[in-house]
């Protein structure tokens, strides 16, 4: 508890002092605010204008937002991530009590946890679809384990924080891409199914519908994200020793 403890105030350091990871824990916070405040005086503008209404759009609106939550936690677990391995610290972990896979432990699990929490921070605040209480908690725990996701592919593929930046733009085609999900023909949509952010937009549609394929989304999309987490943290393990 203690080595958890001293984790959580260095990264709180490095936070405070990175304006990028300040990004990563705002972005999604003022995104939902502009849902809540700013999405309503733009349906009436379309409305109004263009007799155009976006409330068929509400789930995929909010799914893009809820996708900004993992990809930004995962973008700033990343960055710490490059930060001690380039600063030698994962070599120092390793031959300590608490070990790299220790430290990887903390890293991860920390990430889902936020990931978790700020996903009904965003929720609440956009207050834009009503989510079933069981389905919320069940996306909530789909859509945090994108985060590790995000983090371990900035680990794995970037030798700095440019190049992880340069690389996190290209991730974030995949927060958008499952948006298309909402305008496809069904028979295409499985196109997409290899990307991670598939499952949990489709859940979420399903969950929103009261269909009965919400569970096998869910159970999918927690197969292949463990799947990706898996073969991604292998990666990481064995390209640091």
């Known amino acids: 508890m203690m080595r958890i403890n001293q984790f959580a105030k260095t990264d ?19 995104l939902a605010l502009f849902i809540r405040f700013l ?9 109004e204008n263009y007799s155009f209404s976006l409330e068929g759009y509400h789930v995929s609106i909010l799914a893009m937002a809820f996708l900004t939550v993992p990809s930004m936690l995962g973008m700033m677990a990343g960055f710490l991530l490059l930060d001690d391995r380039d600063e030698g610290m994962l070599a120092y972990y390793a031959v300590t009590p608490m ?18 929490l700020l996903f009904f921070a965003v929720h609440l605040l956009a207050d834009l679809v009503e989510l079933p209480v069981i389905a919320g908690v069940l996306l ?19 030798n700095n924080k440019v190049e992880g930046l340069a690389l996190n733009k290209v991730l974030s085609v995949s927060v958008t891409l499952p948006l298309l999900l909402f ?6 949509q499985w196109i997409l199914a290899i990307l991670p952010t598939f499952w949990p937009v489709m859940a979420m549609a399903a969950g929103m519908d009261g269909a009965g394929s919400f569970a096998f989304f869910l159970i999918g999309g927690v197969a292949v994200h463990t799947l990706y987490i898996g073969v991604l943290y292998r990666m990481f393990i064995n390209k640091t020793e």
């Open 12 to 30: 709180l350091q490095l936070i405070r002092r990175d304006g990028i990871l300040l990004v990563g824990v705002f972005a999604p916070i003022i």
């Open 39 to 47: 999405l309503p005086v733009l349906e009436k503008w379309l409305k």
């Open 99 to 116: 070990r790299k896979s220790g430290y990887m432990r903390y890293r991860i699990g920390s990430t889902l946890v936020l990931t978790f």
């Open 140 to 158: 909530a725990l789909l859509f945090a384990l994108e985060a590790p996701i995000f983090a371990l592919m900035l680990a794995n593929f970037a």
């Open 183 to 188: 305008f496809m023909p069904e028979s295409f």
